[in-house]
């Protein structure tokens, strides 16, 4: 899956809910509501600019961030090493695995990162033995060993 | 965290938001619907998972790219073994790091231990930014490398069969 990023203008509105929704979310009856009143806006407006963020890519989620692994589940960053002449091959090969989450193309000898989010622990070894199977290129497993620290977001 | 346990109830909920909340007026309620709860059980289980932190948040995650933060530079380094942690624990808090990770070799390929993510709004910021990080670590900075990336090939949520 390639999605299009359409550059779009950002309003101060915009900004504010790409910021503040980086936060969290209310799990509440009418959320959009309770966002819209804590930054001075209204239902419908919030609601508006949410579907344009999220059509345009500009927010490429919007909704629970599940942790794989406390959901019982196996996670993993792996990475190939695949010819130029073959890498859409390739992608369209790995991209079709569901357990791919994330899948970047990245300037190195190994120049195919994804990441695996599978449903059991034993399904991370099995997956990764399949994607060599599948596309014949030999699948790096680097599995994190320590967390040390998680906090991405970016303010606009 | 609790030793909260997935049931048929939260499967079939993390099968109806893996992919995103609907944005309706009661998208709690739009989401039960298609799975036959109420949107109060849908809260009440996604506040469990919260709790238990199986949900990391509920919330928007931007794609960095269309918000100008092009450089994504994975770094990654080759630092002594015995010192991974308190180095690991020294790149993490730098603010430009989002994510940092120790993860195996693969020599004769792969020679790095520690993983940061990098960001900046371009490779420029994000390439004196690493060094910062390599003054840092001086001499336990054995030999380290940039990837940046030049496309995103998929991004979508965890998904559950």
């Known amino acids: 899956m390639r999605r299009k990023i359409d550059p779009i203008e950002l309003d101060d509105l915009d900004r504010q809910l790409i910021n503040?929704?980086?936060n969290g979310f209310p799990v509440s009856e009418r959320p959009f509501h309770d966002v819209a009143v804590q930054l001075g806006s209204d239902e419908k407006t919030v609601l508006a600019k949410l579907t344009r963020l999220r059509e345009s890519g500009v927010l490429s989620r919007f909704g629970p961030m599940y942790h794989a692994e406390r959901?019982?589940?196996?996670?993993?960053?792996?990475a190939l090493?695949?010819?130029?002449d073959d890498f859409d091959?390739?992608?369209d090969i790995v991209n079709a695995f569901p357990e791919v989450a994330h899948n970047y193309k990245r300037e190195h000898e190994l120049n195919m990162w994804f990441v695996l989010a599978t449903e059991?622990?034993?399904?991370?070894?099995e997956c990764c033995h399949e994607i060599t199977e599948a596309t014949g290129y030999q699948v790096y497993n680097m599995p994190k060993k320590q967390e040390f620290f998680i906090g991405l977001r970016f303010d606009v | 965290m609790s030793n909260w346990q997935m049931d048929e109830t939260d499967r079939k909920i993390i099968k109806a938001t893996q992919e995103g909340l609907p944005l309706v007026e009661a998208p709690y309620e739009a989401v039960g619907a298609e799975i036959g709860l109420s949107g109060d059980e849908v809260r009440q289980r996604l506040n469990a998972m919260l709790d238990?932190?199986?949900?990391r948040r509920i919330g928007a995650v931007p794609n960095h790219y269309a918000l100008g933060y092009t450089a994504n530079g994975m770094s990654t380094w080759d630092v002594p073994d015995e010192k991974v942690k308190e180095i690991g624990e020294k790149i993490g808090a730098l603010d430009f790091v989002s994510h940092c990770y120790e993860r195996p070799r693969h020599q004769p390929i792969w020679n790095y231990n520690l993983f940061a993510m990098v960001h900046g709004k371009d490779k420029e910021t994000c390439m004196k930014r690493v060094e910062m990080i390599a003054q840092m670590l001086g001499e336990d900075d054995r030999g380290h490398e940039v990837l940046f990336s030049s496309k995103i090939l998929k991004k979508t949520g965890l998904r559950i069969a």
């Open chain 1, 120 to 125: 059991t622990p034993d399904r991370v070894e």
């Open chain 1, 20 to 22: 503040e929704l980086q």
């Open chain 2, 52 to 55: 238990a932190g199986v949900i």
């Open chain 1, 89 to 91: 091959r390739v992608n």
């Open chain 1, 81 to 84: 090493s695949i010819p130029e």
């Open chain 1, 71 to 78: 959901m019982g589940g196996g996670l993993t960053l792996a």
